[in-house]
């Protein structure tokens, strides 16, 4: 069975800090890497996609993907109590995305 | 501009009453996905459509059908809802893999399902 594994949290980290959120999975053949922002009573945001192994940054957010080691992990820079929300990592093995699948989410909290 | 959306946002309904919510899509996505999401929990999978062809997943209750009558729309019936059914659903979609990132699944804002 595929999985997907994320720390629950709650990760606290102090505003202007950088925040780390790491996410393993289980499926060697996985192609493609997410990572979705809910904030509570709301729905998924995609934050970041990656696909290759390395970095990819995008403003305050940075993903790191190492497929060798089946690891994929989201840094956030300058962090902002706008950002406490929970973190889904999401991993898709199929051809068009019938194959997501998702942490179970790691909450974040900022604090001023 | 809204791009999924799903109505309505928060649905009440009685224990054994059947539901329909809908959602709708202006991005011409070739596949639209239902999640059921509880509270702390990850969105898990019902089911999706490619195009018109209906993929359901192994676990999903007979309860909960589906049905989309064209591209732009998408719907979950659920026949006899329980209480266990509460919960947030979600619909997204995506497009194909032939594009890069075309398999990335975009959500729509999610219905609310309170079952009394």
């Known amino acids: 069975q595929k999985e997907v594994e994320q720390n629950s949290g709650p990760l606290s980290v102090p505003e202007g800090a950088i925040a780390s959120l790491n996410c393993t999975y289980s499926?060697?053949?996985?192609?493609?890497f997410f990572w979705y922002r809910q904030y509570s009573g709301k729905s998924p945001e995609l934050i970041m996609s990656?696909?290759?192994?390395g970095d990819k940054e995008d403003g305050r957010f940075t993903a790191q993907l190492n497929k060798a080691s089946q690891y994929v992990s989201l840094l956030i820079r300058d962090s902002q109590p706008s950002d406490s929300a929970t973190y889904l990592c999401?991993?898709?093995?199929?051809?068009?995305?019938?194959?997501?699948?998702f942490g179970p989410g790691t909450r974040l909290s900022v604090l001023p | 501009d809204a791009m999924v959306i799903q109505n309505p946002r928060y649905q009440v309904t009685q224990f054994g009453k059947p539901v329909t919510l809908s959602c709708s899509q202006t991005?011409?996505?070739?596949?639209m996905y239902w999640y059921q999401q509880k509270s702390s929990q990850a969105p898990k999978l019902l089911f999706h459509?490619?195009?018109?062809?209906?993929?359901n997943e192994a676990d999903t209750p007979d309860n909960f059908q589906s049905r989309r009558p064209n591209t732009s729309f998408c719907f979950l019936d659920i026949r006899s809802p329980g209480l266990g059914d509460a919960a947030m659903y979600l619909c997204?979609?995506?497009?194909?893999?032939?594009?890069?990132?075309?398999?990335?699944?975009?959500f729509g804002p999610g219905t609310r399902l309170l079952v009394l």
């Open positions: 990656i696909y290759s192994n």
């Open positions: 999401a991993v898709n093995g199929g051809n068009y995305g019938q194959n997501f699948v």
């Open positions: 991005l011409n996505h070739n596949v």
């Open positions: 459509y490619y195009d018109k062809d209906f993929n």
């Open positions: 499926d060697r053949v996985s192609q493609s």
């Open positions: 997204a979609t995506s497009g194909i893999w032939g594009d890069r990132g075309g398999e990335t699944q975009y």
